[in-house]
């Protein structure tokens, strides 16, 4: 049965950008069946990165975070699917790669808690939020994939 369509924002962080990892990452993603409604590369300045990890202000790695998160281009995109927080959040793997499981984004190519390759949405509130942090409403496309009806089952 069909579960209700979320949209979740993906963050490939400068680590990943660096290390040749965007197209492995989006692959796994995509290949799961979850929909990419928005695309872009950009460099955030320390404002944008600041407002983006707003909740972990005041947290002793919040200096850190922001220094890393800026400190090169990153990747974001909006992904589309039933239950799309959950699967990208599970597709990543735990915060800390050490404790990531094989199998996972994190798991597979992490090392470093700070240096955990990407960022998802933890709810699907947060979720909005954050997409209008990096989006404007137009830069996301409302389209169907013939394939969809072979990932999801209509309700
Ligand atoms: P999440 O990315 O898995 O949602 P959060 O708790 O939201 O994890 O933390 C945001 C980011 O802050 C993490 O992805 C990680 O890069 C960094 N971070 C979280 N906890 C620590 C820490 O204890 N030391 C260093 N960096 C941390
Ligand atoms: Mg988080």
């Known amino acids: 049965m069909a579960s209700t369509v979320e949209q979740t924002l993906v963050l490939v962080k400068p680590d990943g950008v660096q290390r040749g990892l965007i197209g492995p990452i989006f692959t796994r993603l995509e290949g799961r069946g ?3 409604v928005a695309m872009k590369m ?5 404002k944008m990165a600041r407002g983006h990890y707003a909740v972990h202000e005041g947290k002793p790695f919040f200096k850190g975070l ?3 998160i800026t400190s090169g281009p990153i990747v974001a995109m909006v992904l ?3 239950r799309a927080v959950e699967l990208v959040r599970n597709a990543m793997g735990a915060t800390d790669p050490a404790k990531a499981a094989p199998g996972t984004i994190r798991g597979d190519w ?3 808690i700070g240096m955990n390759l990407v960022h998802g949405s933890d709810s699907a509130a947060n979720a909005r939020h954050e997409i209008d942090h990096f989006f404007d409403r137009s830069e996301i496309v409302d389209y169907e994939r013939d394939i ?6 209509a309700a």
């Open 148 to 153: 969809d009806k072979w990932i999801v089952e």
């Open 42 to 46: 950009l460099h955030m300045d320390d």
């Open 80 to 82: 589309e699917g039933p």
């Open 66 to 68: 922001v220094e890393f």
């Open 34 to 36: 979850l929909r990419i």
């Open 110 to 112: 992490g090392v470093d």
